[in-house]
């Protein structure tokens, strides 16, 4: 089923002097993940409230499911809420808790059952139906309260952080047992994190924000691969950053020189002479010996990290790091001389940080 389920139209939120959310705009397609990533205070959590209705935006407007919501209350929309803390009553058993939101619907007792009943068994949780949270794991109070949000079938789902509170494995575990259930459900989810590689795992599309305004949207691997910005290059994940000026241009690459040497850069669209940023991620860094390809570099130092090595260089267009697989790690040492290539379709201009 097609359609959009949340569209912002220029929506902007002050609170006083402070501009939290500055004009933003977009649509969340029916079915998908859309993940709102950024760091603390760059109004992720408030253009989240703004859907929900907690916070009345300054302008703009707020849609679900075609309908303006701006003006309406948080209980006439149609969504469900998964906090970072799970707000789960204390006194009521898992069963109960989940019902909550059907006895404030006034659905039938009746019929209350066969859906609590149902929303726990999608959550894998129907045999501790008479718990009460103080007697589950952290993980299994998430998965309450997300039955909780699922049971009444809402046109969307907001997520603030909900893994939050979970250790990494089983915030990793759960991050893949969330996408498998959106994904069965076909529900629409809008996902508020500070932790890239979740929003990286969850999402259908993401938008990275940074001072109440959308950086960049896109999906996963397009925002990851092809940033615009130095922020969002740096932001999610690790980058190098060289700068240089346009040299040439063969075709649909550019060659670019910088302090250490010329590189290739494909798709850039900067003209001769222009002074430019590109950026090149570290696992896309190939470590050859002198005489090999590449600007030269000299290896500080070398740090195991498990699945993967570390490797920190210093060049004459500044630090270089480079990642990869440990099969190679014993390879090199700290002081040796190195030369850094990588392929032109790896490196991407960027738009440099602002003054």
Request: net charge positive; with cysteine.
């Amino acid at each position: 089923m097609s359609g959009t389920d949340v569209r912002l139209d220029k929506v902007r939120k002050t609170f006083g002097p402070v501009v939290a959310v500055n004009d933003v705009t977009l649509e969340i397609e029916r079915g998908t993940i859309f993940s709102l990533l950024g760091p603390s205070g760059c109004g992720k959590t408030t253009t989240l409230r703004l859907i929900a209705g907690f916070e009345q935006p300054s302008a703009g407007e707020v849609y679900i499911r075609g309908q303006r919501v701006t003006a309406i209350a948080p209980y006439r929309r149609d969504f469900s809420m998964v906090f970072q803390s799970y707000a789960l009553f204390p006194h009521l058993d898992v069963a109960e808790n989940v019902a909550f939101g059907l006895r404030m619907r006034r659905v039938p007792r009746s019929d209350r059952g066969a859906l609590v009943k149902e929303a726990l068994a999608l959550v894998k949780l129907d045999a501790l139906a008479d718990r009460y949270p103080r007697q589950l794991s952290g993980g299994q109070q998430q998965r309450v309260a997300l039955a909780r949000a699922l049971v009444i079938k809402p046109a969307v789902l907001l997520l603030d952080e909900p893994l939050g509170a979970l250790d990494k494995m089983l915030r990793e575990e759960m991050q893949v047992e969330l996408r498998e259930l959106q994904q069965r459900l076909g529900i629409t989810a809008v996902f508020v994190t500070h932790d890239q590689e979740e929003a990286l795992t969850l999402s259908d599309r993401v938008a990275v924000m940074r001072n109440g305004v959308i950086e960049q949207t896109g999906a996963p691997r397009e925002i990851y691969d092809r940033p615009v910005s130095e922020f969002v290059a740096g932001f999610l994940g690790a980058s190098n950053f060289l700068d240089g000026r346009v040299l040439s241009r063969d075709g649909g690459i550019a060659v670019v020189e910088t302090a250490g040497g010329a590189v290739r850069v494909a798709g850039a669209s900067a003209p001769i002479g222009a002074a430019v940023r590109l950026a090149v991620r570290p696992e896309r860094v190939r470590m050859n010996r002198p005489g090999g390809e590449g600007l030269p570099a000299r290896l500080r130092s070398i740090v195991y990290r498990g699945s993967v090595t570390h490797y920190y260089m210093d060049s004459a267009g500044g630090a270089l790091l480079a990642y990869a697989q440990n099969a190679a790690a014993g390879d090199w040492s700290a002081g040796d001389e190195v030369r850094c290539a990588w392929d032109a379709g790896s490196a991407v201009l960027v738009a440099p940080e602002r003054a």
